[in-house]
């Protein structure tokens, strides 16, 4: 028989796991619904000698969703056609991370959903 701090835990573990399943399908539907209004990006690093270069990456600070930038640009954080007259305020990248939920979406998988919220909420899983 099992002691009962054993089944204590899993029986917390079984809660903690539900809690994480919620808590990523609230944040997939938050991301793929918001309209992004409040953008920062973080700055991109320049490579040099002993380590390579990173693209700036695009964060809302109200959802959390993120994208890495250069390549193809952005896809559901640009402000399109208004983008020349609105200025994305740059900040540092540990600034921007903080914002950041789920995970940086890469300029590949971006860039192949652009025109889909239903296929960017598989990505975001
Ligand atoms: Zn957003």
Redesign the pocket.
């Known amino acids: 028989m099992e002691m009962n701090y054993i089944r204590e835990m899993i029986k917390k573990e079984e809660v903690l796991n539900k809690a994480k399943e919620d808590y990523q399908t609230a944040r997939i539907k ?2 793929t619904l ?6 920062v990006e973080g700055e991109s690093v320049s490579g040099d000698a002993v380590s390579s270069s990173e693209p700036p990456f695009r964060v ?6 993120t994208e890495e930038g250069w390549g193809c640009g952005y896809s ?2 640009t402000k399109g056609y208004e983008e020349d007259r609105i200025t994305i305020p740059a900040v540092d990248r540990k600034t921007a991370y903080e914002f950041v939920r789920g995970r940086v979406i890469s300029n590949d998988e971006h860039i192949q959903v652009k025109l889909g919220r239903k296929e960017l909420e598989e990505i975001l899983k």
């Open positions: 938050a991301q918001c309209d992004h209004p409040k953008i809302c600070t109200k959802c959390g969703y559901f954080l």
